[in-house]
């Protein structure tokens, strides 16, 4: 299967347990790897049978603006199950960063993959 990936999707969100990251929405970096059959796109070049990109992203930012969660691990579930359903996707890896978790850090998170039946 071929994949579409998206690298580093900078989003704001607010998440955390604790009260001091109640208050200010946090950047998330997100790494999206997205099963998905390019060969009709490739064939026909046509951006119609193509997994657009630019609009995932655009919803996941979104998404993310509005949302509240404690956990990465809620945001992540919910998020693959978003795109599960509104861009048909039926594997999805998603890996989530979050820069300013823990002090002289790069940053922690989680990675999660989800399999869908097909739609």
Same mark, same amino acid.
């Given at each position: 299967?071929?994949?579409?990936?998206?690298?580093? +999707?900078?989003?704001?969100?607010?998440?955390?347990?604790?009260? $001091?990251?109640?208050? *200010?929405?946090?950047?998330?970096?997100?790494?999206?790897?997205?099963? $998905? *059959? #390019?060969?009709?796109?490739?064939?026909? *070049?046509?951006? %119609? +049978?193509?997994? *657009?990109?630019?609009?995932?992203?655009?919803?996941?930012?979104?998404?993310?603006?509005?949302?509240?969660?404690?956990?990465?691990?809620?945001?992540?579930?919910?998020? #693959?199950?978003? +795109?599960?359903?509104? $861009?048909?996707?039926?594997?999805? %890896?998603?890996?989530?960063?979050?820069?300013?978790?823990?002090?002289? #850090?790069?940053?922690?998170?989680?990675?999660?993959?989800?399999?869908?039946?097909?739609?």
């Amino acid at each position: 299967m071929d994949q579409v990936y998206i690298q580093a +999707l900078k989003v704001e969100t607010l998440i955390g347990v604790y009260e $001091f990251e109640r208050s *200010d929405r946090q950047t998330l970096l997100l790494d999206l790897e997205l099963d $998905f *059959d #390019c060969r009709p796109a490739a064939e026909s *070049d046509d951006i %119609q +049978l193509a997994l *657009d990109y630019d609009a995932l992203s655009r919803r996941v930012r979104e998404w993310a603006l509005v949302q509240t969660f404690e956990l990465i691990e809620t945001f992540a579930e919910q998020l #693959c199950q978003l +795109l599960h359903e509104e $861009f048909s996707l039926a594997r999805i %890896q998603l890996v989530i960063n979050k820069p300013a978790a823990v002090a002289d #850090c790069a940053a922690v998170g989680i990675k999660i993959i989800r399999e869908f039946g097909r739609n």
